[in-house]
């Protein structure tokens, strides 16, 4: 009785860090509040980015054959720190951001980056934090609670910045990249230290975390100013053909019609009291520093299948969560249709990613005796087969969509009976094989050629799409 109650003594001390800092960003949003849904799904998403992000640092680990972050020589600890956690989480974070929320219509203001990155952030330190201080204690928990939390949080204000920036910028991958590069610095810099594991190194962390913190405010208070401007500016322009009906927009009437797409950046409006025109692109940058950017509604770019391979191989396999959700995002977007790409992608992420987890922590606390021969088999299969089962859940839509275009059918049986038997073999690799990490590159490699298969067919489609469009104009 006394150790479940301490163990939600731990829960409560690691969640609680993580949700206080929630509320402050969430509530910081005074001009311009947020759906709740939205908030919620963003700090989901952040603690879903922690199981990617394990798997990514316990690959670094193995690939170069280190048992750890705590190194004996300082270069060990800084390419572990920068490249084996940093890099991985801050990616992470990054990618689910801009995958999953970045093109939602209700991140229209720049401010709103800093309440979505926020909540990424506090999301990631919540569920990193209840992996470390449920094992290991009150100690660790309240140390945390005064530095890896807030420095997640912190840095995923920071991260959003340069999303809110992005999007509304003609240049987005100037501020995306310069965010994703002062966040990995951050972090970097923070885990260097706490990896060096000196008697004196709570001192530099502390000052680490404090600059953080800065930094944070100091773009959180910027962009709550733009935002307040949009929301309570006076200034009233009119579209020439409402001149008679006298129907002004406000700025933030504009900035929502732009975010619907009632509005483009190159329409003309009319100032009050004036006879000049001005573009709402002129009048953008010049009223609030920022340029809105709108994306017209025509077919997405092809996507090389080179690059899907690429991809595919970088990421370890895990670029097939992201290509199936910007798929159904584009035909969702593209097609009017009624399906939720966040849905589709999550039953796949939490069926093919989170039952291994919970295997390790099941060998964990076995002492690391593995399971019978046989009962780790089935195991494989059964994890084969549930991928599998999803994969053609997920491609029948596609399927559908491309066959009432297309003459040659999507060989949707091929690609899913090729990625069952290419998992299986991955699952199935001896990890004591000689080149071990070559086998499992090549048969990653083979996967992302499947998928390119599929790619291949997508490419053709939006190919027609776009002749079509070009007919009609």
């Known amino acids: 009785m006394n150790g479940g109650i301490e163990t939600l003594k731990l829960i409560y001390l690691a969640v609680g860090p993580g949700i206080a800092l929630a509320a402050y960003i969430y509530y910081s949003a005074r001009w311009n509040p947020k759906p709740k849904k939205l908030v919620i799904k963003c700090f989901i998403w952040g603690a879903l980015a922690v199981f990617p992000t394990m798997y990514y640092e316990e690959t670094f680990v193995k690939i170069l054959g280190w048992e750890g972050s705590f190194n004996d020589t300082w270069w060990q600890t800084v390419i572990s720190a920068f490249f084996g956690v940093a890099l991985a989480e801050e990616a992470c974070k990054f990618f689910f951001l801009k995958e999953f929320i970045y093109e939602d219509p209700n991140f229209n203001d720049p401010f709103d980056g800093i309440v979505y990155g926020g909540m990424i952030g506090c999301g990631f330190a919540t569920m990193e934090n209840i992996m470390y201080v449920v094992p290991l204690g009150y100690e660790t928990g309240i140390l ?20 809110g920036k992005a999007k509304f910028s003609s240049t987005p991958w100037k501020h995306l990249t310069r ?24 001192y530099p962390l502390f000052g680490i975390v404090i ?21 309570f500016s006076s200034g009233e322009y009119f579209l020439p053909e409402d001149l008679k009906k006298k129907e002004p927009l406000l700025l933030k009437d504009i900035r929502d019609k732009l975010s619907e797409g009632s509005l483009k950046l190159d329409d003309i409006l009319v100032p009050g009291k004036s006879d000049r025109r001005i573009s ?10 920022l340029e809105a950017r709108v994306r017209a509604k025509t077919p997405p770019r092809v996507l ?3 690059r899907v391979v690429v991809f595919y191989g970088l990421t370890f396999g895990l670029y097939l969560y992201f290509w199936f959700h910007r798929n159904y995002r584009n035909f969702k977007d593209y097609k009017n249709l009624r399906l939720n790409p966040d849905l589709r992608t999550l039953g796949l992420f939490v069926f093919t ?3 291994f987890f919970v295997y390790g922590a099941i060998l964990g606390e076995r002492e690391g005796h593995s399971f019978d021969p046989s009962i780790e088999i089935s195991f494989n299969v059964m994890m084969a087969g549930i991928e599998a089962a999803f994969l053609y859940f997920l491609f029948r839509m596609i399927r559908e969509i491309l066959n009432k275009e297309q003459k ?7 690609i899913v009976l090729m990625f069952f038997v290419l998992s299986g073999m991955r699952k199935f690799l001896p990890s004591e094989l000689p080149y071990y990490w070559w086998f499992e590159f090549a048969l990653i490699l ?3 050629g499947v998928l390119a298969v599929a790619q291949k067919h997508l490419n053709a489609y939006w190919a027609l799409e776009r002749e079509k469009l070009a007919e009609s104009t």
């Open 144 to 163: 945390r609670m005064l530095t890896a939390v807030p420095a997640h949080a912190f840095d995923g204000i920071i991260l959003g910045y340069f999303m």
């Open 179 to 202: 965010g994703l590069v002062i966040v990995i610095i951050l972090h970097g810099t923070y885990d260097s230290v706490a990896f060096s594991n000196l008697s004196w190194s709570i």
């Open 211 to 231: 600059f953080g913190i800065y930094l944070a405010l100091k773009v959180k208070r910027e962009l709550e100013k733009t935002s307040k401007r949009i929301e």
């Open 280 to 289: 709402i692109r002129t009048l953008w940058g010049s009223q609030i520093g």
């Open 304 to 306: 090389p299948v080179k």
């Open 353 to 355: 990613i989170i039952p």
């Open 408 to 414: 040659q059918s999507f060989p949707i049986l091929s």
């Open 446 to 448: 083979l996967q992302g």
